[in-house]
Structures are given as C-alpha cells and as structure tokens.
C-alpha cells in the first residue's frame, strides 16, 4: 500500500486516491495546429519509464486535489518532485 | 498407555488441564498449552501424515511455520480446516484432527503403490508422457486430479467472521525471542519520554523465542523468568501492544506490514492487521536445516532443535533412544539435556572431523559417545525409526570408509545448521549475502526501514542477539548472558552418501530428492526458478523453509557453481500462508459491494418492485400488480404515459454543479457542441467525447445563472465526468475559474411524463407558470412542487411531454407522495427502468449500450451537433481515416417482421438464417416489446446502417434457448420509432 | 531430440535417470544470426521455433536476460480461451487455441492443455446482453461458445454461489468449453526444448543493452555478452516492451501495470472449470496439483516491480469467497504480481515499425498467455516475410494512428482501465 503525499492532506495511503498516468504529457494548447504525429503522440504514446516517473494522481476520497507525484516504478520509492530532470 | 512420553515436570503447559483430543478418530488426552503435535509425540504418536507424490509415511519435523509433514484436517463440519499445521494448533477439548492424503487409513495407505513405481516417477515425468494418443489427455488428467491436492476442501460456508484492524506505529518489531524483546525493551525505556507507539508481535503462543528451547541465564535469571518479567514488564506499558500468535506476513511498500493474529476476538476468529511503521525491526530468528541422508523422512526423523523445543516447551520426550546427526555443536547442547530427561543418547555422529572444543566436554561429561567424522548411512523401520546404520565418511565426504555400526533408536535427532529467516528482508527488497561460516544467506544492503537483528541477521549466540536486538531499538540496555547459543560453524555436507536406490529427500512435502535435483541440473534446468519449478522444490504448504536453502546448494554443486552465483528464488508474501477469508474480512455477502439507495427506495421496495442494479445503485424495474407479469406491467406502465401520465424516481443520473465566470467555457470545451449563448433559464442536450474522439457521456445541461450551470451526466460516468473536469481545470487549464462539485447525492428527482404532465403539476405549483409559452421545452424553472423548494425541469427522455422535478433529498419522500395524491385522480401511473427504457427506445433516444466506447457522434447520427467554429476534447481525433471511413457500424433502428416474434437480447445483425461462420453486420444493443409499435423492435449498430433502411436481415442469436438458437427476421428502419418530429413533447 | 515417451521414461528408470539429455542447449552467443528474438518467454520461444519449423529460418538466437519463461510466462494464471468480440482478435485468438490443441504432440512435451472449459459468469441483465452479444459472434465466427443457465452452471461448478442474497446475485453464464488451462512453464520448456533441436540457439543470462543501427535499419544488438549481428531483430518482452524499444528510439502506445495473482495451498480438487466474473475482477480455477489459482485486475499505477501488494489482493479474495465460500477457510500460499503491457486499445501489437528490419510483439495486456502459440505463429511468419499475416493485420502499430483501434471494452485511450 503506497503512502501519496498529497500536497493538500499529506501523506495518505494509495485507496484513497486515483491514478491519472504520465505527469509529463501536455495538451496542446491548440489541438488544431500540431500535427497529427503530435496529436497522436498526445493521446496515445507514453515514455513508460522503468525507474523514475512523474505521474498525476487524484485525491478522490479526500480533498480532490489532481497533482504530480514523482515515483520510481521499479522500487515504488517516492523521491522528490523537485530533482525532475528534463 | 496415556501420554507415556510425558515428563513428570517442566515445560509451559498446564498438568492440572488435561484436554481431550481425537486424532483419526482415536482419543488422546493432552495438556493445555500443548500443540497438536506436542500432544500427538507425549502419546508416542509417530506417524502423522503422508507425503504428497509417493505417500511416504511421515512424522513431525519441527516445532513450529517450518513443519513439513505434520499436516491435519482440523475442526467438524463448517468449521473444518485442511493443512494445519500439527505444531501450531493449540490442543483443546474435543478438538477433531485427522491425517490427510491417504485412504483408506493413515497406517494402511492405497496411494502408497506409488513409492514402488518411484523410479519411473523423477521430477517431471509428466512432462515426458500422457501426450499419446492426444484425445487421452482429458483421462489422464482425471485420475492425476484424484491423486493432487493434500486435505479435503471444507464442505461448507465458513461459518466464522474475521476482523481487520488499522495501526500506525512508531516501531514494529517483528519476532518475541531475545532479539526482539530486547528490541522492545530498548524502545521501551527510549520512548518513555516520547510514548513512541510501539507493537511486537510473535508467532508463537508465548514470547521467548528459542529462549524457551532450553536453559540460559540473562541479566543474571535463568531466561524464562526475564521472559516473564520483561513481558509483564512491556504489557504494562500504555504504548506497547504485544501480540502472540501473531504472524508478520507480509511487507510491502513504503514500510506497510500485514500481520495475521490467531485467536478469538469477539465473533472473529482471526484478525489482519494492517501496520504502518515508521521504524521495523525483523528480529524473526533462524531456521534449523535438515541433513540429505538415506531415508531421512521416516517418522522419528526430527531437527535437533525441535527435539529440544519439545523436551522443554512441552516436557515432552520425542522418543526412548536417540542417535543425534549433526555438523554444528548446537545439537550437542540437545543430547545433553535429553539424557538428563531420561533419554537414552546412543551417540553423536559430527560430520566433522573435530568438533568444537565445548561440544566435545558437553558429551563427554553427560557420557555420551561422539562420532567425529561420522554421518548416517541408512535408517531402518518405515512408520516409525527402528536404528540407523553410521558409518565414517571418507575424507572427500563423498563416500564412506570402515564398517557400518547398527544402532537401536527410535529417533534421529538432526542438525544441519542455521538458516537465517530473511523472508521479511527480502519481500521489502533487501538483498542478501553469502556468509560462508554459516554457510547461508544473510541480509545484505536493506531497503526501508528496517533492521535485521540477531539470528535472522545471522548472529546465533545470546549475547550476540540480545545486543543486536537492543542496539537496532537505539540501544541504551546492557543484557548479559551465557547459555542455549546455537553456535558452531556447521560444516556443510549438502548431500550424505547413500546406497543405491536409497532416497535423500531435500523437499519432505513435495517429495524431492536430491536425485530430482541432479536430474533437473541434468536436463538443463540450471537457474534455481528452473529447478523450484521443474521439481516443485519449496512450492509446498511450507514454502521451502526447510528444503529451498539445500535444494539451491545441491544445484550449485551439480552446476559447478558457486552457491551466491546460484542465488535464491524470491520470497514472497505470505511467510506462513494466511486465511483466504481473512483478506476478505467483512466485505461478504451483502457487504461485498456498497450500495446506493434513492430517497425513495424504501418505497419502491414496499410496492413489491423488484430491484436491479445499475452499477452500485438500485433502481425499480416496474410495479407489477397482484396477479400481472413483468411485462404486462411493463406495457401497462409505458402506455400509461403515452396516454395519460407516468411519474419515475430519476434521481441516479449523476450532477455536477458548475460555477465561476468560466464555466460556459469550460462547458464549450467539454462538449461537441456550443454553449456559451444558452440564455439563462435554458438547457442544452451535449455530448462529451473521450480524447480518441469516442463518443463518452451525454446528458442535459441547464444554465441556471448567467455562471451558474447544472450539468447531468450517466448515472454510470458520474464520478468520471467530475473527475476529468477537475483534472482539465487543475493541471490543464488553471487560468479557468471554474468550481464544480457533484451535488448527485443533494437532490431527488422524479420526472412526470405524459400528456397529461402539465394538467397534474399545476395542481402542485402555484409560483411557476406551467403554460407552454411560459415554460418551454428545455427550459428550467425555480420555484415550489407542493409546498417544496424545487427545480422544475421541461425535458424528456420518454418523448412526451415531461418535467423533472427536483428537490432536496430529505423532500424527496414528501414530493413524491405529494405527486401521487395529486395524480390520483388523473388515474397517475408510477412506472420503472423498463418501461423508461422502452419508451427511450422507441425514441431512438441512445443510451449506455449505444456508447459503448466504440462510437462516434456521426454512427450515432449526431455528427451535426460537432460545433466547428470551436476546440473541445477528442474533436483533434474525429479526422482519422478509421473514423470516418464507410463500413462503420452506424445507429439504426430495428423492427420485427413476425409481429409476434421476439428480438433475441445480444443479437448479432446478419444476412442468412443459419448457425456457423458467416459475416456478422452488427448487432442489436437495445431491445424492447413496442407497445405502440406492437412489435419486438430494438436499436442496432449495423455496419454502413444509415444506407441500409428497409432492408430485411436477420438477428440472430444462435447461443439462445440452451443452443437451439433464436433467429427473428427484421427490417431496417431510421433509430426512432416513434413521433419522429417530436410533436407530442413540444406540446 | 530425444523423443520423450512412457517407453523412454522406463527405458531410463533402469539406468537411474543418468542418461537424460539437456532439454536445450546451453549456447554460445555467434555474432551473427538471420534473425535474434529478444525475450525468452513462451512467445520469443514460440516465435524462434516457428521460424525455424515452418519459415526454414534456422540461424535464429533467442536472447533472455535471465532464465527462460521468467517473466510473465511463469507468473500468470495459466487460462487459454477464444472468447472475443471483435474480428480482429477473435479469428486470432481462435487460430491459438487450435495450435494450442495439438501443441504437446507438436512439441512432444507435455504442456497439459487441459481443455476443462472456461466460464464467465453474468450478474445482471446488462451484463447478459452483453456476454451474450460476445458469445453469439463467437458462434458466428465459428468458435464454440454457449450461454448457460444457473442449472447448468450449478452442475458444471458445484461449489458456486448461487444464493439470491449476495451483493450481485449470478444469473446465469457463458461457457466456453474448449477454453481450459495449461502448464505454463511448461510452454516455454516445450518450445524451447523443439526450437533448439532445430537449430535454434537458446541464450539465457543476456541481456539487450541495445539496438544497432546503421541509419534507419537495425542490423544488431548490444549485449551483455557483447555485440551479436542480426538479418532482422524480434522484440517479444512483455511488461519491458516500451524499454526496450525505446531502444531502437520507439515511444509506444503502452503503459506497464502489475496484475496480481495469489496460489491458496492444495487441496484435493472441488471444481475443474475456469470461473471468472468481470465485476467482482476475478478469476478462479485449480491446478493439478491442488491449489486455487486466483487472479485480479491491476494495480491501476504504473509499474515494473514483480512484487505483490495488499489492496488488490484484499479485493481479489473478498470477491473469490463471494463466489466460492468454500475457499475462505483455505490459506493463501504465495502471491506474486506480472507486470503488463497494457496497451491503448486493449489489444496486443504484433507488428513491424518504422525502424526497418526491427519488429515488436507486446502490449498483450492480461491475454499473453493463451496467445503464446498464434502469437509466435504470426510473428514468425510477419518478420519472414516482412509483412504481417492477415491474421495480425489488424494488430498493427499504426492503427492508433489510423483510428482503426481495437477495443474490445470500449475503454479507450486510458491503459489501467482495458
């Protein structure tokens, strides 16, 4: 059972949140003017990382804040959203 | 001959209690604090079971989670429990155990023939045969079926409750023998100022460890009485829970820990506590190896230290005559102290040349003869031990020099060394270290918080862990100590010599031997995951304990290869298997699932509707009458709202209250279609699509103020829909100010449909303007329903004239009974989800089996509602060739040619009436007996459907009626059926 | 090959065993082969023998990072079916359940494919409608499928809950009867053992470190044993799809998920059909040797960990009881997870890519197991003619693209909910 630490309500254990997937991917501001690889990219296509990943996840039964995690999804450590690297 | 292997004195069970016990139907008496198998071995009981694959005769091993053999079928009818093991079931009276795996009886065994035909039987001898000819495998199969598995499943409902139980501690130590209530003693006195929490838990029925094994002097007391007095010392401490029978099983992520405690509390039988632990210690000690010699599982084989655990926990002698074989001097401790109990000691064969100094003046002051050198070549007797043949070993130890010496026993005393409990190290990802004077694994870098002290860390002496145990809970306590070490560097032998023939079992429940091991090596088996699995080495009940550490040091041997370089298969959670139903917990039967209940459920059940669920809410299907079917209810329910008026509990559908100067531009950017110049007091029919451009929700939003929205959703995609608006507002689109909240839960809503609607809410309003002019369709308006607080919504599901009342959901009861003693006299007619979806359906109104996630607007036929002028979610995907291209399935309308045949549910749309292959244009998603149309007609997604109207086909459903199959000749038609241009709901 | 028999297995009890040759070799990487599969699972294995047997490419290399059928072919819950809706999967799907049915005679090993039935049970209207929609396009696609009542479940699998009292009462079932379970390790030994007797070298202990490539084509991987050239290179590594071919400078459509799993200890065997219910998520079936097999939904966040964890389980065994009250007083023995490519659409990706010469086999989501044989089938016969056989056609890269997805639960572009 993962401990989130939900920036509003701290550290909670993973039941009561939701999982929203890679934290990194933006929609485009203007869907209409990127290309369709761009689109697709959007939509469909994920880095999948082995190690760290920075993902949303939903407070649901709590404060229903959406925020970023950072976690390493081999080791299920949480490590600090602040050594996001590019 | 009652307990003839009884002392007089000594050992922590309770002589004035004797309980009675049956085991294969025979009585035994026992003494309270017994174990199944103390009692079983004071009564001179050997055999107790037989082993998996050949049905060898067996007898306990151990002394506690690592017992192989000593499996029971425990307890009477409902409460009846297969694959207990005898050394953790406390004894009480009237206590029902019987053996398992053999018939007709225990002693005189059918399935034994196995062990005859044992040579065409190596591991995996399956693999090579049954595969002729093929049609066979299904018999085969039958009579392997009949052979697998150990106890008989229970026959009944488990008619016990369990219980689950949170707690967050500051430290959680893991283990109560001297490491552990050392560590517990330390974190005592360190947290006395803080009232760190702390919780200690132990397997077993009573802390102490192997402290209870045998005699040692702590802090100056012999060990049981500072087991005593630190324990009362430790209960009497607000801050400490301690916990006994108590397993931890399980560690898993972020340092959360399971723990399964047996007992009883209140009307459960066990309890699963979830621990969350800023600090662990693992003081879970070590477990004693067996030793792979000729015939080493006959009854009265046991571990040194069990034999002595026995002696000492139980007064109890596992048997007259014991021969001891050892390569460590722990065992010597062990043969001293038998023979001052009484028992005879024939001698100590010591693998090694030279044994320790100490271990040699134990035996020798306590006369008892010391092979050096000397291991066991063979043992005789089959049910129980009648001797054993030792013999030198030769100087390589891979054979043996000189004569063989017959000695007369009745019990082996084994010790092959200590292997480190690591299991909880490791399931929370600690790595592990070869230590070659223990010759096991030991925690390596940890990962965590946690600490390994004394023996599970690979510190065997007293001392050593009562030090270790202190200092891991910040030290602070300084425990002298001397005695009951289980020290002594074993000498590893991993295989004795044996004759031809003879067996060497490494795995006692699953049957491996260490030829199973040297065959697998052979065939290439070579990584230790191979070898579990080729073999089944350590995959039984349990888990390898005593047998996965030789099995894998046999494999090396075999492969050439160092042991580390072989490494160890992965602990996994359980460490001792847990109660399926303990996970369970409470959530059975009605409770498996929450349930959501409308204002008005209570009511609806009253009227004898019966139920369904939709998702976890209940919903009325219809109201039959006394002496009417469902469907005759059905038609009645839908007519009466086409020719009079209906009135249906609505409240599930899901709604999300939307505020803030942005919220008609979030709307735009939700839904397909526009919103931002809806006037106030007007709603607006969207639709929602996912990203990929699949049609996702629908539902009618209404603009309540000029930033003010109530939008409704799917009663399915409630939660969703609020959920993906909060994530576009909180991380896609912050500069939106925009505040929704489903307010689902606020509200009751019943719509009052039919022509007669407006004639029956007059009655009930006299501040909202019913008229048409007034009050048009899609439009919303505030105001009071009987006396209630209400919004008043003009929208229709049905297609006919129709109004949405809302109101709190404490009115909800008031509102309805208001609305039915107005409508009595219109003849008012309460109606379910059946015929709502019957009327919707000949509405070509879609629902939740037409967006199925496979659509589109366009196959839906509300392509036109794509506003162009602006962005929304899923709008950037509609261009993809696949979504646009001819040959989707698109929304059509289907009716029955047979005015009396009935549209089969989960049709599937094709030419030609006839079962098999053939090309499958669609299928039907909705179903309904028209009451108008008079016919069977349904909604159907066939592929290219819009260019299809008239044509005649077939649904078909050939899996109908028990395989007879249903066919129903249909016509293709547009989806709606009925009022097509929408008249009556206008009017 | 030495042929495996009951006559040989006598034949070798009288010389005690010893003479057992190694079921494959244990081979020296060469540097170059025709084709190398990265990923000795049951699929890589499958795809290296098809190679070898049908295509006549025998100068292939499967290359396994640790030990043969390690990874998810040692860790799922064994159950082979053809029950899909959409044509896409089910003529698939269908085309590996016949290969499965004459598989341990093809291989001569044992894979004990016991074709005991696999059941999905209906708890309410909805839910007929639908199952019924699925088993109704089986039938006409030609795959055996029926709809049973509770009667007929009642006698199928005596031990199911049948009363009207539990939260999702069940009403009812589909029945696929020539579903049924294997022995899954014993599918990546089976094919292992037939690859290498044709040629094939089995590699175990090296890991891909990376793809070469000479501009847009790959000629060859980097090892842990070194640089090994290729004619053409196979990815079949399921749950380390995406990291593998990020590689060869791929992003894929998937996300890797745990799926969890447990084992209860053996007992003598009290139902022979698989039993699954799609909203309690699970799945239960007993194995030859006694134990519960239990499985579940995923975790739900990404991850790579193999590792157990406690909420699914809890949830898991909670529904397992609800369907079988017996099982509650049996004990739960291991529990362990898979880790899973779940891809965007539900459905695997059998395919070639835009790097040349570079083909990947993933995103199989829970199904890997019982495509084992049609998947190593198709990708054999994609990369030999590189081009993909018309039964993986609609198992191609590109449809996410295109938007010819294939959505079997209309769950869209969000992987933990497929």
Request: glycine content about 12%; some cysteine; hydrophobic content about 40%.
């Amino acid at each position: 059972m993962l401990l989130i630490p939900c920036p509003h309500c701290g550290e909670r254990p993973e039941n009561e949140f939701s999982y929203g997937g890679d934290g990194t991917v933006e929609r485009p501001t203007d869907p209409a003017a990127v290309s369709d690889a761009d689109w697709h990219a959007y939509v469909y296509r994920r880095a999948n990382p082995k190690g760290p990943h920075v993902e949303y996840w939903y407070h649901q039964f709590g404060c229903r804040s959406w925020f970023k995690v950072r976690r390493d999804t081999h080791t299920h450590e949480i490590l600090p959203l602040e050594d996001e690297t590019s | 001959m009652s307990q003839a292997f009884r002392l007089s004195e000594g050992g922590g069970i309770d002589r004035a209690q004797l309980v009675t016990f049956t085991f294969d139907g025979r009585r035994y008496q026992g003494y309270a604090g017994d174990t199944l198998a103390s009692a079983l071995l004071a009564n001179g009981v050997r055999l107790v079971g037989r082993s998996f694959k050949y049905h060898r005769p067996r007898g306990v091993v151990g002394l506690g989670s690592e017992e192989p053999n000593a499996l029971v079928r425990v307890g009477r009818g409902g409460r009846v429990t297969p694959n207990l093991r005898a050394t953790q079931v406390p004894i009480e009276d009237g206590l029902v155990a019987e053996s398992q795996n053999r018939w007709p009886t225990l002693d005189w065994d059918l399935g034994a023939i196995n062990s005859r035909f044992a040579r065409f039987l190596p591991a995996g001898f399956y693999y090579k045969t049954f595969m002729a000819p093929a049609a066979w495998w299904m018999t085969y199969e039958k009579v392997i079926r009949r052979m697998a598995g150990l106890g008989k499943p229970p026959e009944h409902e488990d008619p016990d409750a369990y219980e689950k139980r949170h707690a967050h501690v500051d430290i959680l130590i893991a283990g109560g023998g001297p490491a552990g209530l050392a560590a517990a003693l330390a974190a005592a006195r360190n947290a006395k100022e803080t009232g760190k929490r702390i919780l200690v838990a132990d397997e077993n029925p009573a802390f102490g460890g192997s402290l209870l094994n045998g005699p040692a002097m702590i802090d100056g007391r012999p060990a049981a009485a500072w087991v005593e007095e630190t324990v009362a010392a430790l209960q009497a401490l607000p801050n400490v829970t301690l916990l006994t029978r108590a397993t931890v099983f399980g560690y898993y992520d972020h340092d959360f820990l399971t723990i399964a405690e047996h007992g009883t509390f209140g009307a459960a039988r066990q309890r699963l506590w979830k621990v969350r632990a800023k600090k662990v210690i693992l003081a879970t000690g070590a477990i004693e190896r067996p030793l792979a010699f000729a015939d080493n599982d006959r009854p009265g084989v046991m571990l040194a230290g069990a034999v002595r655990g026995y002696l000492h926990r139980y007064g109890v002698r596992c048997g007259d005559t014991m021969a001891v074989l050892t390569n460590n001097d722990a065992a010597y401790a062990c043969a001293a102290e038998a023979k001052a109990a009484g028992m005879a000691v024939a001698a100590i064969a010591d693998l090694r040349a030279e044994p320790g100094a100490d271990a040699l003046t134990l035996a020798r002051e306590a006369g008892i003869a010391v092979l050096p050198g000397h291991a066991v070549a063979g043992v005789s007797g089959t049910k129980a031990v009648q001797g054993v043949r030792l013999r030198k070993l030769n100087a390589a130890g891979d054979g043996f020099d000189g004569p063989a010496m017959r000695i007369a026993c009745d019990l082996v005393a084994v010790s092959g060394g200590w292997t480190p409990a690591v299991h909880l190290h490791s399931q929370a990802k600690g790595k592990l270290d070869w230590d070659e004077d223990l010759a096991a694994f030991r925690p390596g870098r940890r990962f965590g918080a946690n600490v390994s002290a004394g023996a599970c860390n690979g510190t065997l002496d007293l001392a050593g862990c009562l030090a270790e145990g202190a200092a891991a809970a910040g030290g602070g306590i300084d425990l002298p100590a001397t005695g009951s070490d289980l020290s002594g560097a074993p000498h590893m032998l991993w295989r004795i010599p044996a004759g031809r023939g003879a067996k060497r079992f490494v795995d006692l429940q699953n049957d491996v031997t260490t030829s199973d091991v040297a065959l697998a090596a052979r065939e290439g088996y070579r990584s230790v995951e191979h070898l579990k699995r080729y073999t089944t080495l350590g995959m039984g009940t349990d888990q390898g304990k005593t047998s996965n550490h030789h099995g894998l040091a046999l494999l090396a041997g075999a492969t050439d290869r160092a042991i580390p370089d072989v490494g160890t298969t992965t602990f996994r959670p359980p460490y001792t298997p847990v109660t399926v139903g303990l996970f369970a917990g409470r959530d059975k039967d009605a409770f498996a699932h929450p349930v959501r209940r409308t204002a008005l459920h209570d009511w609806h059940v009253a009227q004898g509707a019966p139920m369904t669920d939709a998702g976890l809410w209940k919903r009325p299907q219809a109201y039959p009458r006394p002496g009417e079917s469902l469907n005759d209810a059905i038609r009645r329910e839908v007519l009466a709202v086409r020719d009079n008026v209906g009135l249906v509990d609505v409240t599930t559908l899901g709604k999300i209250d939307i505020q803030g100067p942005d919220a008609a531009e979030l709307l735009n950017r939700m839904y397909i279609n526009a919103w931002k110049k809806l006037p106030v007091g007007k709603g607006r029919y969207g639709l929602m699509l996912r990203e990929d451009g699949m049609v996702w929700d629908d539902g009618v939003t209404m603009r309540l103020a000029e930033h003010h929205f109530l939008m409704t959703t799917t009663t399915a995609n409630a939660a969703a829909v609020l959920q993906q608006m909060e994530f576009l507002l909180q991380t896609q689109w912050p500069d939106l100010k925009v505040f929704v909240n489903s307010v689902t839960e606020h509200w009751f809503a019943a719509a009052v449909s039919g022509p007669n609607a407006r004639q029956l809410l007059n009655k009930l309003t006299t501040d909202i303007d019913m008229s048409n002019d007034a009050f048009p369709m899609m439009a919303i308006r505030q105001g009071t329903v009987a006396g209630l607080p209400a919004r008043v919504l003009r929208i229709s599901f049905s297609g006919e004239l129709s109004y949405e009342v809302n109101v709190a959901a404490d009115d909800g009861v008031a509102l309805w009974q208001a609305v039915l003693d107005a409508g009595e006299e219109l003849d008012l007619t309460v109606y379910g989800t059946e015929a709502m979806g019957v009327l919707r359906i000949e509405k070509g109104h879609v629902a939740g089996p037409e967006l199925d996630g496979r659509t589109t607007a366009d196959d839906l036929g509300l392509g036109r509602m794509v506003n162009a002028n602006k962005d929304c979610i899923g709008k950037r995907s509609l261009d993809r060739p696949g979504l646009n291209e001819t040959g989707r399935l698109q929304l059509v309308g289907l009716e029955c040619d047979d005015a009396d045949g009935r549209i089969p549910f989960g049709a599937r749309i094709v030419a030609e009436h006839k079962d098999g292959a053939q090309d499958q244009l669609g299928h039907v998603t909705s179903i309904a007996q028209s009451p108008v149309l008079e016919r069977s007609i349904a909604l159907a997604l066939v592929r290219d459907g819009r260019n299809r109207h008239g044509e005649h086909v077939y649904a078909a459903s050939p899996t109908a009626d028990g395989g007879k199959g249903a066919w129903a000749r249909v016509r293709v038609t547009g989806p709606v059926f009925f009022d097509p241009e929408g008249e009556r709901l206008h009017g | 090959m030495h042929r495996y028999s009951a006559f040989s297995l006598l034949r070798h009890a009288l010389t005690g065993h010893r003479g057992w040759a190694p079921a494959w070799r244990d081979a020296e990487p060469k540097p170059h082969y025709d084709v190398v599969i990265v990923g000795g699972g049951g699929h890589g294995l499958a795809t290296a023998y098809y190679l070898a047997k049908l295509h006549g490419i025998k100068n292939v290399a499967v290359l396994e990072k640790g030990w043969i059928g390690g990874g998810n072919t040692g860790r799922n819950t064994t159950i082979v079916r053809s029950n899909y809706l959409l044509p896409g999967n089910a003529h698939f799907y269908e085309h590996s359940l016949k290969l499965w049915e004459g598989l341990s005679q093809d291989l001569n090993f044992n894979v004990m494919f016991s074709q005991r039935g696999v059941i999905n049970l209906i708890h309410s209207d909805r839910e007929r409608d639908v199952l019924a929609g699925r088993y109704n396009a089986m039938r006409l696609n030609g795959i055996d499928a029926e709809v049973i009542d509770t009667k007929t479940l009642a006698k199928l699998v005596p031990s199911i809950n049948l009363s009207p009292d539990i939260r999702f009462p069940i009403q009812g079932a589909v029945l696929q009867p020539r579903g049924g379970v294997a022995r899954h390790d014993a599918v990546a030994w089976g094919y292992a053992r037939a690859a290498d007797a044709l040629g094939v070298d089995i590699i175990q202990g090296c890991e891909v470190t990376g793809i070469v490539q000479d501009g847009s084509k790959v000629t060859g991987v980097e090892t842990t044993r070194g640089t090994i050239g290729a004619g053409s290179v196979g990815l079949a590594v399921a749950g380390h799809t995406s990291h593998v071919a990020a590689m060869a400078g791929l992003t894929l459509p998937i996300e890797t998920h745990l799926l969890q799993a447990t084992v209860t200890e053996p007992v003598k065997p009290f139902f022979d059909t698989v039993v699954s219910s799609a909203p309690a998520h699970v799945y239960v079936s007993q194995t030859d040797k006694g134990e519960v097999l239990i499985g579940g939904h995923i975790d739900g966040y990404n991850s790579y960990s193999q590792r157990g964890t406690l909420p699914r389980i809890e949830d898991i065994l909670a529904s397992a009881v609800e369907l079988f009250p017996r099982l509650s007083r049996l004990r739960l023995m291991r529990q362990w997870a898979g880790v899973m490519d779940m891809s965007m659409d539900g459905s695997p990706i059998i395919s070639k890519t835009p790097v040349e010469n570079f083909f990947i086999n993933g995103g199989w989501c829970y199904g890997g197991f019982k495509a084992t044989p049609g998947s190593g089938w198709v990708f054999a016969h994609t990369i030999a003619h590189n081009r993909p056989h018309p039964l993986n056609e609609a198992f191609h890269l590109d449809r996410f693209e295109t938007g010819h997805v294939l959505d079997e639960r209309g769950a869209g572009p969000k992987p933990q909910a497929h």
